[in-house]
């Protein structure tokens, strides 16, 4: 079966590939403003999912649109219902990039753009899977439904949409992590601390876009420091991202580059919000006002750790390794002035003792408290059979054993019972997920492709 998969794949995927890139220039970020009936999140997000759901109809598949909350296409009428858990929505182009983010140019090979690798490429090579086995007539037993969710990347709106209202899973995999197999994923916690308002000296702050990010970005415009003072402060800082100043009247403009990253991989980012604290500490040694005095103790919890040593929130396990710390977005100004956080705690530690520390240390941090989101961790047993059918195919496309991990990012796996992470990423990869410059090389869209056609079809033979 692999052999005739494999070259119907050969056969289509000049035609994937086209598919793939009109599908990501899609701008189908989260878009509140434009949100209305059948669009939930935005016209950009309705457009993706209009997008694949046309195309899985044109290929002969039953498809549905749940009232623009999410959609399905499915392969087979009977027998019980195996998922792949996809998304169409993305994360903000940030950063610089060599190409227009949704402009899904090839180069050297390589297919950029925001969603190559999470999550749009790999949601067209389960589409063309699906189509593989339906061309190649092959003989199954179950239903395969390819489930796309449209608010993935926020708070999974979506997908408890779908859950409310339509059948659940017996089994599946969401193709939106990591190879080999993903059976455990770190508990998230997303929390805000509502700081002081702004003060004479400092006047605005403004950096960070997604918790699921690691900001690469801050702004600071303060009152009476000259540019002097905040260049001797970072030379004497020694900091990783890079700080530009310009006047600005009598006040100054301070911009701190780092670089981003995914939340759940913090330390491969440089976070300016962590830098600027640093900074701000720095510049205004004697804090006299409730914001600095918050300012020096978020500096001092924070330093530029991802794993909450300083703050006293740092736990780890055998399983899942260490807990990790993104301090994503800050806002500070007359109107607004909060701070807000991302965290991801091992699948064996009790989340309810962190959000205990979190409320008690707001209060060390002259902030209020405010729990954003609190998604308990996923662990599903290696032996389950489901899980024997993804190694065979991952073993058998690739010749590399399939062992089961865990990871620190979050995916549809923990709403749906059952389901674990699979693929696209290959082991030893760079995580370029809501990085600048992401893409999928056209040699491991083909690969996936193969390998997801083969998996699909071991789990409703």
């Given at each position: 079966m692999k052999n005739i998969l494999n070259e119907y794949?050969?056969?289509?995927?000049?035609?994937?590939?086209?598919?793939?890139?009109?599908?990501?220039s899609i701008e189908s970020t989260l878009d509140e403003e434009t949100a209305e009936i059948m669009a939930p999140f935005g016209k950009g997000i309705q457009k993706a999912l209009e997008y694949i759901l046309e195309k899985a109809d044109s290929m002969g598949f039953s498809t549905k649109n749940l009232d623009g909350y999410a959609g399905y296409a499915q392969l087979g009428d009977t027998g019980d219902l195996v998922a792949i858990l996809a998304h169409v929505d993305v994360v903000p182009a940030v950063g610089d990039?060599?190409?227009?983010?949704?402009?899904?140019?090839?180069?050297?090979?390589?297919?950029?753009?925001?969603?190559?690798?999470?999550?749009?490429?790999?949601?067209?090579?389960?589409?063309?899977?699906?189509?593989?086995?339906?061309?190649?007539?092959?003989?199954?037993?179950?239903?395969?439904?390819?489930?796309?969710?449209?608010?993935?990347?926020?708070l999974a709106r979506g997908i408890y949409y779908y859950l409310d209202r339509d059948e659940t899973p017996a089994c599946g995999f969401s193709p939106d992590a990591e190879f080999p197999i993903i059976h455990a994923e770190k508990?998230?916690?997303?929390?805000?601390?509502?700081?002081?308002?702004?003060?004479?000296?400092?006047?605005?702050?403004?950096?960070?876009?997604?918790?699921?990010?690691?900001?690469?970005?801050?702004?600071?415009?303060?009152?009476?420091?000259?540019?002097?003072?905040?260049?001797?402060?970072?030379?004497?800082?020694?900091?990783?991202?890079?700080?530009?100043?310009?006047?600005?009247?009598?006040?100054?403009?301070?911009?701190?580059?780092?670089?981003?990253?995914?939340?759940?991989?913090?330390?491969?980012?440089?976070?300016a919000i962590q830098n600027l604290f640093l900074l701000l500490k720095n510049l205004y040694p004697e804090p006299n006002s409730a914001l600095k005095k918050s300012i020096h103790a978020l500096a001092n919890a924070l330093k530029v750790e991802t794993n909450g040593l300083s703050a006293g929130l740092f736990c780890t396990d055998e399983v899942s390794g260490e807990?990790?710390?993104?301090?994503?977005?800050?806002?500070?100004?007359?109107?607004?002035?909060?701070?807000?956080?991302?965290?991801?705690?091992?699948?064996?530690?009790?989340?309810e003792e962190l959000l205990k520390k979190l409320?008690?240390?707001?209060?060390?941090?002259?902030?209020?408290?405010?729990?954003?989101?609190?998604?308990?961790?996923?662990?599903?047993?290696?032996?389950?059979?489901?899980?024997?059918?993804?190694?065979?195919?991952?073993?058998?496309?690739?010749?590399?054993?399939?062992?089961?991990?865990?990871?620190?990012?979050?995916?549809?796996?923990?709403?749906?019972?059952?389901?674990?992470?699979?693929?696209?990423?290959?082991?030893?990869?760079?995580e370029l997920a809501h990085q600048s410059n992401e893409y999928i090389s056209l040699d491991d869209l083909r690969k996936i492709a193969k390998i997801y056609a083969q998996a699909i079809y071991n789990l409703i033979e």
């Amino acid at each position: 079966m692999k052999n005739i998969l494999n070259e119907y794949i050969d056969k289509i995927f000049d035609q994937l590939v086209v598919d793939t890139q009109e599908f990501i220039s899609i701008e189908s970020t989260l878009d509140e403003e434009t949100a209305e009936i059948m669009a939930p999140f935005g016209k950009g997000i309705q457009k993706a999912l209009e997008y694949i759901l046309e195309k899985a109809d044109s290929m002969g598949f039953s498809t549905k649109n749940l009232d623009g909350y999410a959609g399905y296409a499915q392969l087979g009428d009977t027998g019980d219902l195996v998922a792949i858990l996809a998304h169409v929505d993305v994360v903000p182009a940030v950063g610089d990039w060599i190409v227009p983010p949704y402009s899904a140019q090839i180069i050297n090979g390589r297919l950029y753009g925001r969603g190559s690798v999470d999550d749009k490429g790999p949601a067209i090579a389960c589409l063309y899977a699906m189509k593989a086995i339906k061309e190649c007539n092959l003989p199954f037993t179950k239903r395969a439904r390819l489930l796309l969710g449209t608010d993935e990347e926020t708070l999974a709106r979506g997908i408890y949409y779908y859950l409310d209202r339509d059948e659940t899973p017996a089994c599946g995999f969401s193709p939106d992590a990591e190879f080999p197999i993903i059976h455990a994923e770190k508990g998230t916690i997303r929390f805000q601390y509502n700081l002081p308002p702004a003060d004479s000296d400092i006047l605005v702050v403004d950096a960070g876009t997604r918790l699921n990010v690691v900001p690469d970005y801050a702004f600071a415009k303060l009152h009476g420091i000259t540019e002097e003072q905040v260049i001797s402060c970072a030379n004497d800082l020694t900091l990783k991202a890079r700080i530009s100043t310009q006047k600005d009247g009598d006040d100054i403009n301070i911009e701190v580059f780092g670089a981003a990253s995914h939340a759940s991989y913090p330390e491969g980012g440089i976070n300016a919000i962590q830098n600027l604290f640093l900074l701000l500490k720095n510049l205004y040694p004697e804090p006299n006002s409730a914001l600095k005095k918050s300012i020096h103790a978020l500096a001092n919890a924070l330093k530029v750790e991802t794993n909450g040593l300083s703050a006293g929130l740092f736990c780890t396990d055998e399983v899942s390794g260490e807990l990790t710390l993104n301090t994503a977005i800050l806002k500070i100004d007359k109107e607004n002035h909060f701070c807000k956080f991302d965290i991801r705690y091992p699948v064996t530690h009790d989340g309810e003792e962190l959000l205990k520390k979190l409320e008690l240390s707001a209060t060390e941090c002259f902030a209020n408290y405010k729990l954003i989101q609190h998604k308990p961790p996923l662990y599903v047993e290696k032996d389950r059979p489901f899980i024997k059918e993804l190694q065979k195919a991952y073993e058998e496309s690739t010749g590399a054993p399939a062992n089961c991990i865990s990871i620190g990012g979050g995916t549809y796996c923990r709403y749906v019972k059952n389901t674990v992470s699979f693929g696209p990423v290959f082991p030893g990869q760079k995580e370029l997920a809501h990085q600048s410059n992401e893409y999928i090389s056209l040699d491991d869209l083909r690969k996936i492709a193969k390998i997801y056609a083969q998996a699909i079809y071991n789990l409703i033979e």
